[in-house]
T-cell receptor, first 115, second 110 residues
Framework: GAVVSQHPSWVICKSGTSVKIECRSL??????MFWYRQFPKQSLMLMAT?????????EQGVEKDKFLINHASLTLSTLTVTSAHPEDSSFYIC???????????FGPGTRLTVT | DAKTTQPPSMDCAEGRAANLPCNHS???????VYWYRQIHSQGPQYIIH???NNETNEMASLIITEDRKSSTLILPHATLRDTAVYYC???????????FGTGTRLKVLA
């Protein structure tokens, strides 16, 4: 299957600062990328869908001004958590879609801890 | 909301077949069923998918009922490394979008 990477794999930041997470599809062109968050012992919750070159579509209840998503190329999407707070601490996972029939390939995840 | 329901947890003896059920009673005719698994603190790993027919690959088999309202993932010879949360997903028609349900936590016992 296709390979998706995320960077960093973990990050610790102070409350009030911003953090950027990168998601790259290494061996295929991802027309669509997804961002999920996962709290301990819970399922993945879809945050937003981004298509290359256009604005992301956010799920209900997800603040678009807090979670900035950029999908500038077919191989890179970024998620920026702005003014992070401890409640934003979570496991953030991206996935990329571009094949048939509509499979998603997931990255390894980024663990964010806000102190 | 998730379109699938799964039992929250299951145990399986090592070397035995693990049969993981999934109900998707509202599935539409052209919606695929996907199975992924997530080992602790990793991203989900693709296992298998199907539309109508039963499918088999090197990891598992997928049995879909004739009315397509339920399916079963079969791991033929479970190993300790198969301990994970298994997610059954019905993809929204015409999109790449997945909505994850709660999944089944499979524990393979030595």
């Amino acid at each position: 299957g296709a390979v998706v990477s995320q960077h960093p794999s973990w990050v610790i930041c102070k409350s009030g600062t911003s953090v950027k997470i990168e998601c790259r599809s290494l061996d295929f062109q991802a027309t669509t990328m997804f961002w999920y968050r996962q709290f301990p012992k819970q399922s993945l919750m879809l945050m937003a869908t981004s298509n290359e070159g256009s604005k992301a579509t956010y799920e209900q209840g997800v603040e678009k001004d807090k979670f900035l998503i950029n999908h500038a190329s077919l191989t890179l999407s970024t998620l920026t958590v702005t003014s992070a707070h401890p409640e934003d601490s979570s496991f953030y996972i991206c996935s990329a879609g571009g094949g048939s029939p509509y499979e998603q390939y997931f990255g390894p995840g980024t663990r964010l801890t806000v102190t | 909301d998730a379109k699938t329901t799964q039992p929250p947890s299951m145990d399986c003896a090592e070397g035995r077949a693990a049969n993981l059920p999934c109900n998707h009673s509202t599935i539409s005719g052209n919606e695929y069923v996907y199975w992924y698994r997530q080992i602790h603190s990793q991203g989900p790993q693709y296992i298998i998918h199907g539309l109508k027919n039963n499918e088999t690959n090197e990891m598992a088999s997928l049995i879909i009922t004739e009315d397509r309202k339920s399916s079963t993932l079969i791991l033929p010879h479970a190993t300790l490394r198969d301990t994970a949360v298994y997610y059954c997903i019905v993809r929204e028609t015409g999109t790449y979008k997945y909505i994850f349900g709660t999944g089944t936590r499979l524990k393979v016992l030595a």
